[in-house]
């Protein structure tokens, strides 16, 4: 509905959540950003209806959105390509009307994977293919059998974030050589034993020497890392203590926190307890801290502890999902979370079109936003991507 001058009129709460609910039926994913532009209304009342929709079981609450809920029984969601859709798949690969369907299992719908699946969701619908979702609650016999499930509804390809890095598990490796369908690991990479297996990751590694690099170039010398033990871990402290080499800086000693174990509150309370004294006794000036659900409270902490921050420490955040909302707005790294999703739609269809081609495995550089936690307020920096390709 509109006025006479172009404007939307206001829609009642019904009208919202029928068209909430038609958004997220016909696209899987949406963003309340997206929603109340589409509805004419603030982000606030959007948030308000998923709210409301989610506890009556019509759809999935996720950071930022909302997700179509699951096929009952099955838990895949069914994210279709739209009506109409075109692209240079399979009917550019002589196969007129043959539309390919991928399945697509992430560990978590909440946070950092909503952005691959939507850029999953963007490249497939370029292409007219579909995609069915199954998110594996982080739970290796889950993950399993939805891929048994996606392999008996037909599906040509998949695209999966393990639970286990297949670099150090040998029954991932050898579960997923097994697969009798091309498969793109998705922010994992293949392991020496993983077969025709191809990845598409951000380059963990250069991203914290980059992090690393930046804090030095503003002349802090004593950097820390604080994460916690993710899969991304070893990749971002093997960058980070490449660059501390690179440029002749020393680990911060034993005293600094390096590792954070759960996301209690008692938890990071106590590790910024510990930075605090750290900052006092001149041992830490500046800390990365993966992930932005730490990063957050950590400086919320920090300032009721009496550290500044930039003033006192520098910080910044790896993974950029919620690092803009901090007080300051924290500097952080920024996986292209949404090209590693396009990128790995983009290799199955390759893959099928041409399975004579060789096996892509690619890294992706992740990207400096610049903001006021380190020291200096700029604009963001320059997007930056390289991919490292082997046959």
């Not at 532009?37 to 759809?59: F, I, N, S």
């Not at 199955?348 to 380190?374: F, G, I, K, M, Y």
Request: a negative charge.
């Amino acid at each position: 509905m509109s006025t006479e001058n172009g404007d939307k009129s206001p829609l009642s709460a019904d009208e919202r959540h029928r068209a909430i609910l038609d958004r997220v039926q016909a696209q899987g994913t949406v963003t309340v950003r997206e929603l109340a532009q589409t509805l004419g209304v603030a982000a606030v009342t959007v948030r308000v209806d998923v709210r409301e929709l989610a506890r009556r079981g019509l759809l999935n609450r996720v950071h930022g959105g909302a997700t179509r809920i699951a096929s009952p029984g099955t838990g895949l969601s069914h994210l279709a390509a739209p009506a109409g859709a075109t692209g240079s798949g399979p009917a550019a690969a002589g196969e007129p009307g043959r539309a390919y369907t991928f399945g697509v299992v992430v560990p978590h719908a909440s946070y950092y994977y909503p952005k691959v699946v939507s850029g999953a969701r963007e490249a497939a619908d370029a292409r007219g293919a579909r995609l069915i979702l199954g998110v594996s609650q982080n739970d290796v016999a889950e993950e399993r059998a939805l891929v048994a499930r996606l392999l008996d509804s037909g599906v040509d390809g998949l695209v999966i974030a393990s639970r286990y890095d297949p670099q150090h598990s040998p029954d991932t490796q050898a579960w997923l050589r097994g697969l009798p369908v091309p498969v793109v690991l998705a922010e994992r990479r293949a392991g020496w034993e993983s077969g025709s297996v191809e990845h598409v990751a951000t380059d963990h590694e250069r991203g914290a020497f980059d992090a690393v690099q930046h804090l030095a170039g503003l002349g802090h010398q004593k950097i820390g890392l604080l994460h916690f033990a993710t899969i991304t871990a070893p990749r971002l402290r093997t960058g980070y203590e490449a660059a501390l080499e690179a440029l002749s800086l020393s680990v911060p000693p034993p005293e600094v926190p390096q590792d954070l174990l759960t996301e209690s509150p008692q938890e990071l309370e106590a590790k910024a307890d510990a930075i605090a004294e750290a900052v006092r006794q001149g041992s830490l000036d500046a800390l990365i801290v993966h992930h932005d659900v730490a990063a957050l409270p950590l400086v919320s902490r920090l300032r009721q502890a009496g550290i500044s921050v930039p003033g006192d420490l520098a910080v910044m955040a790896y993974d950029d999902e919620l690092a803009a909302l901090s007080d300051p707005p924290l500097t952080a790294v920024a996986p292209p979370r949404e090209a590693v999703g396009a990128t790995a739609v983009t290799l199955l269809t390759q893959r099928l079109n041409d399975p004579t081609r060789p096996l892509h495995h690619l890294l992706l550089r992740p990207e400096l936003r610049v903001r006021a936690s380190c020291g200096t307020v700029t604009e963001t920096s320059a997007p930056q991507t390289d991919e490292q390709v082997s046959a």
